[in-house]
């Protein structure tokens, strides 16, 4: 059973998108929250996807979404959001975000949207992803100067595994897993452990 976390402080809004959901998951689990710090509390449990306003009580977008992504770093989030904000939709997309949608799309754009993102894509306005393809052309050449275990932390990463999970998997100490994340984050031009997840799972 699929678990759905729906973020948003209009009570309609909420409703309409937990029915959008209920279109390709009937028998989905969703919780609801009405600010950002409802919504980290909610994510602590890890559900599959995550339906997200940016304007809501409690944050910025920007720090809200940031806070939500670490609460849950493998959680597929659809940003639903009635913003043209370019450099507000980049940052986010850095921040691991797998989509956007208008608040005015019909349910069924949003269903397609979340199994797009829950197979692993992304749901993106044709405007953001022309900008976002055009940032990652540099990308593949600077990955050309990774060791093979570099990528295969890298792939790890990608995944959504922890520091001590990717450790245990290649049965090494989490120190040298920390060693090479800095090195990832260096190549890949990343902020952060999170950016580097998203910028893994666009080039691999």
């Not at 989030?77 to 980049?90: E, F, H, K, P």
């Not at 049965?171 to 800095?182: D, F, G, Q, R, Y």
């Amino acid at each position: 059973m699929r678990t759905c976390l729906v973020a948003d402080d209009h009570v309609l809004m909420r409703a309409a998108l937990a029915g959008a959901v209920h279109l390709g998951w009937p028998d989905a689990e969703i919780v609801e929250a009405a600010d950002f710090p409802a919504a980290w509390l909610a994510a602590r449990r890890r559900p599959d996807v995550a339906i997200v306003d940016l304007m809501m009580p409690g944050a910025t977008p920007r720090d809200g979404v940031r806070a939500l992504r670490e609460a849950s770093p493998a959680t597929a989030i659809l940003v639903v959001t009635g913003t043209d904000d370019d450099r507000l939709m980049l940052d986010l997309l850095d921040l691991g975000i797998a989509g956007f949608a208008a608040k005015t799309a019909s349910g069924a754009v949003i269903e397609a949207a979340l199994h797009l993102i829950v197979a692993g894509g992304r749901y993106l306005p044709p405007r953001l992803a022309e900008i976002a393809a055009a940032r990652q052309v540099a990308a593949p050449v600077a990955t050309a100067t990774l060791t093979d275990r570099q990528r295969d932390v890298l792939r790890l990463v990608a995944r959504g595994l922890s520091n001590k999970e990717i450790a245990n998997a290649l049965n090494v100490a989490p120190e040298t897993i920390k060693t090479h994340l800095a090195r990832l984050q260096s190549v890949l031009g990343a902020k952060n452990r999170t950016d580097a997840a998203t910028r893994a799972r666009d080039l691999l």
